[in-house]
């Protein structure tokens, strides 16, 4: 196999299965990649897009191709030399509906069930109506509505023998104890013999067990023609006597059915964010991690599998522990798989998303992250501080919303006390639990605690920290502080002592130091849910909602990215680089996944923008006047908002189609359709004038008839074409900024991780518009040509030169692994004219030798050329300053006819003369 040296990420679903990826292995191999790396492969919900909705994890998906499937396309990829990377989820899985078995047996028999331990409920509530069971809030309308009108019927599973409430999609099994209560309202001598069969369950010691045969029995008799219909009408809800029947059948259940509205204050158990349909799993819990990964580690034994990505790892009660298991079990198989997928080393990756200053902690024992934070460093690189002052401004006028830190803060308080208020009023409860332990402050009330807990998670700076029995970690300590700081300056003084309090229990005095008992139990509880609860709230907060509130440039906006900060100079990039080097230089780098807001060049065209503030600026004003007829006025505000268009003209800007005919109705209805579904999402998203939970029909609306008249009627021709040549007049340069995104993530230290259709342009916007279908029989035959550079250059528009830079640099990777995994990274001076606008590293390996060199910042070094290469004059005196152990040399470029031959300096003029960005491999 050959060693990890790129990955690319595919999407599977029932439309692009496992076996539909078999006939795309050659091409990957002949792009350069060492490694697919895949979506979800175990049993998802039923027409899962995604496969994170898991129901089962002890089989691949059959949707999928199942088993077989996945065997034929290693079989693929082992032809070629080439190992497979799988995406997991260790935090939840899909719970309502019918399909989970595990969720179905936790519903019926409740803490009987051998699966009552899997999924992290409280159990104890202080909700009397909760007392012991578990809120289902899965209805469409209130309990008692849904019951009067008959909605939520009893029902038989004929196929397994089942009694159950039905709700749609969702089936809520009977406990079998209670089934005698129904079955004894049939007169069939069978069902009524049955239904004494059932009442012996009491008595038994193994009840589940002796439950299944009278399932099975059950079934073969109704389906042999006794019929059920007397029993089920008895409890039909549409009357007065089955309304109080089914009600009491109910409430011996396990479960509380309840409305979905009531998941935010009342919810019991552990989501998936605010997900009311994916459940948390306990996989901190011995039991639970080896089912949940039994199938994982057979494929890893079986040498089907060479690596994992691990989703959502702050979810987890105890990450660091999570991944140290993990790694260990891991390892422990690497010795039986077969000869022909033997690896000396199995790489683990962890979904992490890093705030400013933040940096994985080295004790986990994984390979690093998927990459969220290199993205974040290339855009920062990308855009011009010069920009900010009068972008910041250009955004303040026209939409009246407050900086992204504030914004921020509001929508942390919004969550806190809408969609995750149940969470964090199960954080108070548990710290009021601590506070009662001890007689120094049992004093302490829920409320007090729980403002002090509200304005601590709202100024959290990261998704979370790693609190574990000896406190906090050291790396972890500025950002409590930060925290707790901000903490201050929301609270009055008169809470600041509760503060002081907070920073003691949570993880200021180590539940280590304390004896063990109940104290203990209840301060580590404590800690574990404070921090599964500021990682979802960072989440809402920021990717969910103050990024569809805040656009002083989208470009900005994006997962893992510190949207506060606006750009940074070429020596932060180093920095980065050469820590990530020394600390997990095999980190993934990725500039698009499958969760990102835009497309990576998208980003890269918008961030031009930068560069052009005041013309920006002007434009915008301009738009807006011409855009004045499309307006409408709501009773709540214009509509749009002056916020919600602003994110739509750049928006357009950024995602305009490169070869898009305005004349073309139909294209143009395409695109305007995508947009539609972008802003629809996007004003819900950003929870203002309308929301998922409440959609705002008239709003949405109004602003649906803005994009159609912008982009559909004759009408308003010139606000189109105004917006198409604006769109135009920045995509050279950023196009420009796509290639240099793209060579930065081959040639820094890590490993590159390509999205599935990326060797093209991307200039999609958020799922599921990021998850369209790829087409390559396009991309196979454009890499079997060996187009020249000057055509590639030509005709930049169809994305070729792109995927031609990728092929070249990807192979350079495979000639040279040693150099690009593990050789040093050596930042490179830069002098002259335009010395700002370049950036500038070799890496140097034994005996082999690489110069990367880049453009930035290039708008105005671009001048009028009609591609994305600046032309050599415009570079005047700017030169690279190569150490003496660089030169003298000759070195060979990408598409290169010629050596470069330099001294100590290297001109631009010479380096990027034929191509937008070099690599330069030194010739022995």
């Not at 949570?506 to 921090?531: E, M, T």
Request: glycine share 6%; charged share 25%; net charge negative.
């Amino acid at each position: 196999m050959k060693p990890l040296t790129a990955t690319v990420r595919l999407q599977f679903h029932s439309d692009f299965t496992l076996d539909d990826a078999v006939p795309l292995v050659p091409y990957f191999a002949r792009l350069g990649i060492s490694h697919l790396y895949a979506s979800p492969i175990l049993k998802a919900r039923a027409g899962s897009r995604h496969g994170y909705d898991v129901v089962d994890p002890t089989r691949v998906n059959p949707e999928l191709g199942g088993e077989a499937a996945l065997q034929r396309l290693v079989g693929a990829l082992r032809q070629h030399s080439m190992g497979l990377i799988l995406d997991t989820v260790s935090n939840h899985m899909a719970v309502g509906g019918a399909d989970n078995p595990w969720w179905q047996s936790l519903l019926a028999w409740g803490r009987r069930s051998p699966y009552a331990e899997f999924f992290d409920i409280q159990w104890h509530s202080s909700d009397p109506l909760l007392a012991g069971q578990l809120l289902l809030p899965f209805l469409g309308t209130d309990y008692g509505v849904a019951l009067q009108q008959g909605d939520i019927p009893l029902t038989f599973d004929a196929d397994l023998g089942v009694l159950e409430v039905a709700h749609y999609d969702h089936r809520f099994p009977i406990c079998p104890l209670d089934y005698p209560r129904i079955l004894g309202h049939s007169q069939h001598p069978q069902l009524r013999e049955l239904a004494q069969r059932f009442s012996s369950l009491h008595e038994s010691p193994k009840p589940l067990a002796d439950a299944l045969p009278l399932h099975a029995e059950l079934a073969r008799v109704v389906n042999q023609g006794a019929s059920l219909d007397e029993a089920l009408s008895a409890f039909d809800s549409r009357t007065e006597a089955g309304f109080k029947r089914l009600h009491q059948l109910l409430e011996r259940q396990t479960y509380r059915l309840a409305s979905w509205r009531t998941a935010a204050d009342d919810i019991n158990w552990r989501r998936f964010f605010d997900i009311n349909e994916l459940g948390g799993l306990r996989v901190e819990r011995a039991l639970v991690f080896e089912a949940t990964h039994a199938k994982l580690f057979e494929l890893i034994e079986r040498g089907l599998v060479d690596g994992l990505r691990i989703d959502h790892i702050d979810g987890l009660a105890d990450p660091r522990g999570y991944c140290r298991k993990l790694r260990r079990r891991v390892d422990s198989l690497l010795a039986t798989r077969p000869l022909d997928a033997a690896l000396e080393h199995f790489p683990i990756y962890v979904e992490k998303i890093l705030g400013v200053d933040e940096h994985l902690h080295q004790d986990w024992l994984t390979d690093g992250t998927t990459g969220y934070e290199f993205m974040n460093q290339v855009s920062l690189l990308q855009h011009d501080p010069a920009g900010e002052e009068p972008l910041t401004e250009l955004w303040r006028s026209v939409s009246e919303r407050p900086d992204f830190p504030e914004e921020v803060r509001q929508a942390r308080h919004l969550v806190l006390n809408a969609s995750l208020a149940g969470d964090c009023e199960s954080v108070a409860q548990a710290l009021l639990q601590v506070a009662r332990d001890d007689l120094m402050t049992r004093d302490l009330t829920l409320g007090a605690i729980r403002r002090a807990l509200q304005a601590l998670v709202e100024h959290y700076p990261v998704y979370r920290t790693y609190i574990n029995a000896i406190g906090r970690p050291a790396e972890d300590e500025a950002f409590f502080q930060q925290a707790l700081s901000g903490a201050r300056q929301t609270l009055s003084e008169a809470d600041w002592p509760l503060l002081d309090q907070l920073q003691l229990w949570l993880g200021g005095q180590p539940w280590r130091r304390l004896p063990p008992g109940r104290p203990r139990k209840h301060l580590r509880h404590a800690c574990v849910r404070f921090q599964q609860l500021t990682a979802p709230s960072a989440a809402k907060a920021v990717e969910d909602t103050a990024f569809y509130r805040s656009a002083r440039l989208l470009s900005r906006n994006d997962v893992g990215f510190e949207a506060e900060r606006f750009s940074a100079a070429p020596e932060a990039f180093h920095t980065e680089a050469e820590r990530r080097l020394r600390d997990f230089p095999d980190n993934l780098l990725a500039t698009a996944t499958h969760d990102h807001k835009r497309g990576e060049d998208c980003r890269a065209r918008l961030a031009v923008l930068s560069e052009r503030g005041p013309w920006l600026a002007s434009r915008v004003e301009h738009w807006r006047e011409l855009a004045a007829p499309l307006r409408q006025a709501l009773e709540d505000g214009p509509a749009p908002s002056p916020a919600d268009e602003m994110m739509l003209l750049q928006t357009l800007l950024g995602s305009w189609p490169l070869q898009l005919d305005r004349h073309d109705q139909a294209a143009l209805g395409r695109y305007a359709e995508r947009i539609r579904q972008w802003q629809q999402k996007a004003l819900r998203e950003a929870k203002l004038r309308s929301a998922w939970s409440a959609p705002n029909e008239a709003y949405e609306a109004a602003c649906a008839a803005y994009i159609d008249g912008l982009l559909l009627e004759r009408e308003n021709e010139q606000l189109r074409n105004s917006l198409a040549e604006a769109a135009q007049s920045i995509a050279c340069a950023g196009a420009l900024n796509g290639l240099v995104q793209c060579l930065l993530r081959m040639t820094s230290p890590g490993l590159p991780d390509l999205y599935q259709g990326n060797e093209y342009w991307d200039l999609s916007l958020v799922d599921p518009d990021n998850r369209r279908p790829v087409d390559y029989a396009v991309r196979r035959a454009s890499l079997d040509d060996s187009t020249p550079l000057a055509a590639l250059l030509e005709h930049w528009r169809d994305g070729r030169i792109k995927q031609a830079l990728i092929a070249q640099v990807l192979d350079c990777r495979q000639a040279y692994p040693a150099l690009f995994r593990r050789g040093d990274y050596l930042p490179l001076a830069v002098q002259g004219r335009h010395a700002d606008k370049v950036l500038a590293f070799a890496r140097l390996g034994e005996g082999e030798r690489a110069i990367v060199v880049v453009p930035r910042l290039t708008y105005a070094l671009l001048g009028n050329s009609p591609i994305p290469l600046i032309p050599a004059q415009n570079w005047d005196d700017t030169r690279l300053i190569l150490p003496f152990a660089l030169s003298p040399a000759n070195w060979t470029g990408l598409f290169a006819s010629r050596a470069v031959s330099p001294s100590r300096e290297l001109m631009l003029s010479a380096v990027l003369a034929e191509c937008p960005v070099n690599l330069l491999i030194q010739q022995s």
